[in-house]
């Protein structure tokens, strides 16, 4: 008998910093967590390695291991928490919700107060390094949710743009995935690129295609016809002719 395609089913996912809710839907019992994790970087705006999953009790759920492993049934609730040390729950909170001036005491900028225990213990270059990821995380988080002015008051305090995600990730791939086109316009005008590559070859402008944002493809491509021809507007026909010509595999 040919086997039967593993049945697909819908579970929700909440964020504990900040109470969010994400729908999960198209799971499978094989699904392991590692593989939602990389998903969940894109659909939550969370960091793969900020990631602790738990479902029904405070017990992180191994990577390795799958939906069934873990007795995850339809409908059932999954629970993403930040890794505790070092303040990080309270900086992804205060990112999500665009709370520029709280997280600016966080450490995120070399300007503001802003320290933690374990910050305490760095020499000058470390301290620069930690400021540096927190600021991206920050940028990150912040693009994800449209919070142009926090994203911009990082930009100013010069939060690197181009820093990624072990999987490659910017700021840039995480806004066009939730379709947040003034941010997009943002990090454009600062110098991202929408043809970087995550560590699977995805740019921000095919990433924006799979996911269906059909805005913010547009608003990446008509950026790059501007930067090609300053002054005017590019036509739609213009357009229309550069997003054919993407549409292939992006490198």
């Not at 994790?37 to 191994?62: A, N, W």
């Not at 043809?195 to 008509?222: F, H, N, Y």
């Not at 501007?226 to 054919?244: D, E, H, I, T, Y």
């Amino acid at each position: 008998m040919p086997l039967r395609p593993l049945r697909t089913f819908s579970v929700q996912l909440r964020l504990a910093e900040t109470n969010e809710i994400f729908s999960l839907p198209r799971c499978q019992n094989d699904l392991t967590l590692k593989k939602l994790k990389s998903h969940l970087e894109l659909l939550t705006g969370i960091p793969l390695h900020f990631q602790r999953l738990q479902y029904l009790d405070e017990v992180d759920l191994p990577d390795e291991s799958t939906f069934k492993d873990n007795d995850i049934v339809p409908g059932g609730t999954i629970t993403m928490r930040i890794w505790r040390q070092d303040g990080w729950g309270h900086l992804v909170a205060a990112a999500a919700k665009g709370e520029t001036m709280k997280l600016a005491h966080l450490g995120v900028t070399e300007d503001f107060a802003g320290t933690t225990p374990h910050a305490e213990l760095l020499g000058p270059e470390q301290k620069k390094e930690w400021v540096a990821h927190r600021a991206f995380v920050a940028l990150f988080v912040a693009s994800h949710r449209g919070h142009v002015e926090t994203a911009k008051f990082l930009l100013r305090h010069g939060v690197d743009l181009h820093s990624k995600t072990p999987l490659g990730r910017t700021a840039l791939h995480v806004a066009a995935v939730a379709g947040q086109c003034d941010c997009i316009e943002l990090l454009l005008s600062y110098g991202a690129r929408a043809l970087g590559p995550d560590s699977e070859g995805q740019t921000a402008v095919s990433l924006a295609r799979l996911w269906g944002q059909e805005q913010s493809e547009r608003t990446m491509v008509r950026f790059q016809c501007r930067k090609r021809s300053p002054g005017a507007g590019p036509p739609a026909s213009a357009v229309n002719r550069a997003l054919q010509q993407t549409s292939g595999p992006m490198s």
